[in-house]
């Protein structure tokens, strides 16, 4: 997997297609998914994956909790993870109520 990118299993309520959640694939790496998902080998994998049975055996060991295909939609995608969170700076100029 690329350091650059991360891949997810986002799932969605099967009643309301509401988002439900999204995991974070950690270990999981790039060949393993093409494998398990039959893309070729130079596919990046940026679309968005459904996950069926076959897919949702592998992928249930890689999240805390059981996947349940019949409640939800799953779907693998790939994005860039979120910046990390930079603390305030404290004492800013104007940070201070009433200064101008």
Not at 36 to 59: I, K, N, Q, R, W
């Amino acid at each position: 997997m690329s350091e650059n990118l991360e891949r997810t299993m986002t799932f969605y309520s099967k009643t309301d297609e509401a988002l439900a959640g999204e995991r974070v694939l950690a270990g999981l790496d790039l060949s393993s998914l093409q494998r398990l998902f039959g893309t070729a080998g130079d596919d990046s994998m940026f679309d968005s994956y459904p996950v069926g049975p076959e897919e949702a055996a592998v992928l249930g060991r890689f999240v805390p909790e059981p996947l349940d295909l019949l409640r939800f939609d799953y779907f693998v995608e790939c994005h860039a993870p979120p910046p990390p969170t930079v603390p305030a700076a404290k004492g800013c100029a104007g940070a201070e109520s009433g200064s101008r």
